[in-house]
């Protein structure tokens, strides 16, 4: 199904994740041309709990099930990062649109995949990255394509926030977790998108937790045809013993 025409998008969640309840699903709500129809969970009273909170009609106890309803255009995925790949691609595959959460994928190879995948299906494949939406930064992207203020050749940002919980999925090797997936994803978008290119060069150096395996901080070097771009994604300090 094409968007073309479409006066209403219909919306299955994959998931109750909390970005999901808390902000994304309240944002489609108060969307224009936008409806949330249909929640997933691999539990089933999770998915009924939530739907009647947000005033969602339709539960679904797996996501599989959500792709087959008719009822659905569209579904946005919160899940965590390692089950990315395998359900945008899914949800492709059964004709939905699909927004996924960032990072789109682990490696460029799956992201690639399922770029395919959604091409192949005539659908619509798009990462969360709601950043590049807001009035502001659209702003920001004309006044730097202008040349208003000169020409860019730098391109420096720090992102940080502290989370030492090991519980938390975050802070899981095997799901995808750590800095650079979690928050420094947003300094190389950031980085792309106001050079409106690719790198053509890229360094980091990348510090561990030596329980977890997760990186705990990712500072990185982008070179740009016209520039280049820094960064650092700190998420908490490792506890060296006494």
């Given at each position: 199904m094409g968007l073309k025409g479409v006066t209403e998008v219909r919306w299955?969640?994959?998931?109750?994740?909390?970005?999901?309840r808390e902000k994304v699903i309240p944002g489609i709500q108060q969307a224009d041309r936008c409806r949330v129809v249909a929640i997933a969970s691999r539990d089933l009273a999770r998915a009924t709990q939530v739907a009647r909170q947000l005033g969602i009609q339709t539960t679904h106890e797996s996501y599989q099930a959500l792709l087959a309803d008719p009822q659905v255009d569209a579904v946005y995925i919160p899940l965590p990062n390692h089950l990315h790949s395998e359900w945008a691609m899914a949800a492709a595959r059964a004709g939905k649109h699909v927004l996924?959460?960032?990072?789109?994928?682990?490696t460029a190879a799956d992201a690639q995949r399922m770029i395919d995948v959604a091409e192949a299906?005539?659908?619509?494949?798009?990462?969360?990255?709601?950043?590049?939406?807001?009035?502001s930064w659209v702003?920001?992207?004309?006044l730097v394509a202008s040349g208003r203020i000169g020409r860019l050749v730098a391109v420096q940002s720090w992102f940080s926030y502290f989370n030492d919980d090991?519980?938390?999925?975050?802070?899981?090797?095997?799901a995808g977790g750590g800095a650079l997936y979690d928050i420094g994803c947003y300094s190389v978008n950031l980085s792309r998108m106001l050079f409106d290119d690719e790198p053509t060069r890229v360094e980091a150096s990348i510090l561990r937790d030596p329980d977890s395996g997760v990186d705990i901080l990712t500072s990185g070097f982008?070179?740009?045809p016209g520039g280049v771009a820094t960064f650092a994604s700190p998420r908490h300090p490792v506890q060296h013993p006494a």
């Amino acid at each position: 199904m094409g968007l073309k025409g479409v006066t209403e998008v219909r919306w299955g969640i994959l998931s109750t994740a909390r970005i999901a309840r808390e902000k994304v699903i309240p944002g489609i709500q108060q969307a224009d041309r936008c409806r949330v129809v249909a929640i997933a969970s691999r539990d089933l009273a999770r998915a009924t709990q939530v739907a009647r909170q947000l005033g969602i009609q339709t539960t679904h106890e797996s996501y599989q099930a959500l792709l087959a309803d008719p009822q659905v255009d569209a579904v946005y995925i919160p899940l965590p990062n390692h089950l990315h790949s395998e359900w945008a691609m899914a949800a492709a595959r059964a004709g939905k649109h699909v927004l996924c959460e960032k990072p789109l994928a682990l490696t460029a190879a799956d992201a690639q995949r399922m770029i395919d995948v959604a091409e192949a299906e005539g659908v619509r494949l798009m990462e969360a990255f709601m950043y590049r939406l807001h009035p502001s930064w659209v702003a920001v992207r004309q006044l730097v394509a202008s040349g208003r203020i000169g020409r860019l050749v730098a391109v420096q940002s720090w992102f940080s926030y502290f989370n030492d919980d090991p519980a938390n999925i975050r802070n899981v090797l095997e799901a995808g977790g750590g800095a650079l997936y979690d928050i420094g994803c947003y300094s190389v978008n950031l980085s792309r998108m106001l050079f409106d290119d690719e790198p053509t060069r890229v360094e980091a150096s990348i510090l561990r937790d030596p329980d977890s395996g997760v990186d705990i901080l990712t500072s990185g070097f982008l070179e740009f045809p016209g520039g280049v771009a820094t960064f650092a994604s700190p998420r908490h300090p490792v506890q060296h013993p006494a």
